[in-house]
């Protein structure tokens, strides 16, 4: 098991950093949750921002997030966020999560969209996402559209 250390989040910036997301990805939802391929590659990647988190110099985790409408507005989607197996529990996931929030924040949006796996539905309330009440099945695993909003 690698050792904890700290996590470097990035932009993905070169055709390098895209495959290394996209290993993390295939890693994560298509063999770990079974999510199948044509659902994780849904063709909304070209429309994404990604980021890409380090440890050392090893790619162990990824997110992208990009602009939807919900209701009246258009908001910041965040999703596909991914920490492969090993390097789970030492807090990355929380890095990555307020990196992308930021990230979606400094591009302008003040709402932030969310669909939570329902099991972690309450980890996400702690960044201060709140369930809209929709629950729906998506890849096969149960989700919770959460909102976050500035203010």
């Known amino acids: 098991m690698p050792t904890a250390t700290h996590l470097r989040i990035q932009p993905v910036e070169s055709d390098a950093d895209w495959?290394?997301?996209r290993s993390?990805?295939?890693?994560?939802?298509?063999?770990?949750?079974?999510?199948?391929?044509?659902?994780?590659?849904d063709g909304q990647d070209e429309r994404s921002r990604h980021v890409i988190g380090f440890v050392d110099?090893?790619?162990v985790a990824t997110a992208r997030w990009r602009a939807v409408p919900h209701g009246e507005a258009i908001v910041a989607k965040l999703e596909r966020f991914a920490v492969l197996a090993d390097y789970r529990?030492?807090?990355?996931?929380t890095d990555l999560v307020r990196f992308v929030m930021d990230d979606a924040r400094r591009?302008?949006?003040?709402?932030?969209?969310?669909?939570?796996?329902?099991?972690?539905?309450?980890?996400?309330?702690?960044?201060?996402?709140?369930?809209?009440?929709?629950?729906?099945?998506?890849?096969?695993?149960?989700?919770?559209?959460?909102?976050?909003?500035?203010?």
């Open 57 to 59: 110099d090893d790619p």
């Open 24 to 41: 993390i990805r295939e890693q994560v939802f298509i063999d770990e949750q079974e999510c199948p391929p044509d659902e994780e590659w």
């Open 19 to 21: 495959q290394a997301a």
């Open 107 to 151: 591009a302008g949006f003040d709402t932030l969209l969310i669909h939570a796996q329902e099991h972690l539905e309450d980890w996400y309330a702690t960044f201060g996402f709140a369930s809209t009440g929709r629950t729906f099945e998506e890849a096969g695993i149960p989700h919770v559209e959460m909102i976050w909003r500035e203010g």
């Open 89 to 93: 529990g030492n807090g990355h996931g």
